[in-house]
């Protein structure tokens, strides 16, 4: 028998694994894509140097954030015995529910063992004698299999830790429970309303005027800062003027990363936008998306510089990011703009 649940490989959030598997579950459910859009577009409008996979900058709590999309039932390690394992998976899978287990994550990957991970499992096929689960390889996520017999030995390795063991190296992740069954809702009612994405938008354009000190520069000196989304590029253009001139600071900081990912962030902005938009009925211009597709391949070219630079190891990449950036930091307030006052008049009329 081989039983398979729908799953979102390529979804929102591709890094951090304890709010990716919850996303690929509720983007693999299209009654629960209003859910994501709702909590997607608070990300835009908080306070955060960085970007990060969380409401205003902070990871998504595991047990109350998802709540509204997704049932959690959290159990402990011995209420399921590694005998019993593969039996407890097929019979949560055949139920609809996704097992997400903890492990030895080393042992599936043919390593030495002592790195503790979760898997989340989302089918089981009895003939070739394998579970299916998500694969973070190279900053992509794919489908990949592993054996029963290999998945129940890396269950299995924490039978018998002491707790002084199980203090150190289990549990520090923010997932919960070592098993946890996720379930999609069978219903959910959005409460985004054009009220919400109004506030949203005039957050992030009110914004892009707060200046205040900050001491985080090369040379000390007074720079504007800017709070939420927009403040996202502030860090990134004042990350590159310490790249320059701070070899300590050059050698720790992930430039390519952080840059990667406001580029994910932001072409998902521009699907919930319109999504948004349509939804509630309010007029748009196309010609807008144009100048966001602009935005995002722009952003897209300061990745690949990113990673030029972290490959090569040569400066002259950094001045030309900034100046990318720059360049689509006056973009986005064109953009907001326009998204602004699009939904101000349609409230006005509609009020």
């Known amino acids: 028998m081989k039983q398979i649940l729908p799953i979102c490989i390529e979804n929102s959030l591709p890094t951090e694994c304890w709010s990716y598997y919850r996303f690929a579950i509720i983007e693999a459910y299209p009654h629960l894509i209003p859910w994501m859009v709702q ?53 949560k899978i055949n139920q609809g529910l996704y097992p997400l287990i903890e492990c030895d994550y080393s042992l599936l990957l043919g390593k030495e063992p002592g790195h503790t991970h979760e898997v989340l499992v989302y089918g089981y096929d009895d003939e070739n004698q394998f579970i299916f689960f998500p694969f ?29 063991t199980i203090d150190l190296s289990l549990f520090r992740r923010e997932y919960l429970y070592p098993v946890t069954l996720l379930s999609p809702r069978k219903e959910f009612h959005t409460e985004y309303s054009p009220f919400i994405l109004f506030n949203d938008l005039r957050d992030i354009g009110f914004q892009a005027y707060q200046i205040y000190e900050t001491y985080n520069t090369a040379d000390d000196s007074i720079c504007p800062a800017y709070y939420g989304y927009l403040g996202v590029y502030n860090a990134l253009l004042i990350a590159a003027g310490r790249i320059l001139v701070d070899e300590e600071f050059r050698r720790k900081y992930r430039y390519a990363e952080n840059l990667n990912r ?10 919930n936008m319109k999504f948004l938009l349509s939804q509630f009925t309010i007029p748009y211009d196309d010609s807008w998306f144009v100048l966001d597709k602009e935005i995002v391949q722009n952003l897209n070219c300061c990745v690949m510089l990113g990673l030029k630079y972290e490959q090569t190891g040569d400066l002259r990449h950094i001045p030309s990011i900034h100046d990318y950036m720059l360049e689509i930091f006056q973009k986005e307030q064109q953009l907001f703009n326009l998204l602004y006052e699009a939904v101000r008049k349609w409230i006005v009329i509609h009020y």
């Open 39 to 91: 909590h997607y577009q608070h990300i835009f409008s908080g306070y955060g140097w960085e970007v990060f996979h969380g409401q205003n900058g902070a990871k998504y709590d595991q047990l109350t954030y998802y709540s509204d999309a997704l049932i959690t039932h959290g159990m402990y390690h011995e209420e399921v015995s590694s005998s019993d394992l593969i039996p407890f998976i097929r019979e």
């Open 262 to 271: 406001l580029h994910v962030y932001r072409q998902r902005f521009g699907k």
């Open 136 to 164: 973070l390889k190279n900053v992509k996520w794919k489908s990949k299999t592993v054996g029963y017999a290999d998945f129940q030995r890396a269950f299995a390795s924490f039978d018998h830790l002491s707790s002084n």
